[in-house]
Nanobody, 121 residues
Framework: QVLLVESGGGLVQAGGSLRLSCAASGRTFSYYTMGWFRQAPGKERVFVAS????????LYAESVKGRFTISRDNAKNTVALQMNSLKPEDTAVYYCAADRTPWGSGKYDYWGQGTQVTVSS
């Protein structure tokens, strides 16, 4: 079992930046691929970014490429999402998730409770 706790959400103006962080419990964090997802009001939850266990491979949704950066610190059991040049359409609840494979199977078994990001125009 892995417990994931997100932090760092808030209200920011368009063009601004936020850094989300996700702290994970357990000794197997370094083995997992980690991902960020988001869910806007009235919409389904969608993939934002992922990073493999070693950090050697990252993936991004087209909508955030060049603006968001995912990173991880296996020594601290944390994964971060640096969000720059934020747009109103980035407004959503952001979720951290863990995939129990180091290479990224696409199946996420553990989820955090989410953190709200609101971007004003």
């Amino acid at each position: 079992q892995v417990l994931l706790v997100e932090s760092g959400g808030g209200l920011v103006q368009a063009g601004g930046s936020l850094r989300l962080s996700c702290a994970a419990s357990g000794r197997t964090f370094s083995y997992y691929t980690m991902g960020w997802f988001r869910q806007a009001p009235g919409k389904e939850r969608v993939f934002v970014a992922s990073i493999t266990s070693s950090g050697g491979r990252t993936l991004y949704a087209e909508s955030v490429k060049g603006r968001f950066t995912i990173s991880r610190d296996n020594a601290k059991n944390t994964v971060a999402l640096q969000m720059n040049s934020l747009k109103p359409e980035d407004t959503a609840v952001y979720y951290c998730a863990a995939d129990r494979t180091p290479w990224g199977s696409g199946k996420y078994d553990y989820w955090g409770q989410g953190t709200q990001v609101t971007v004003s125009s």
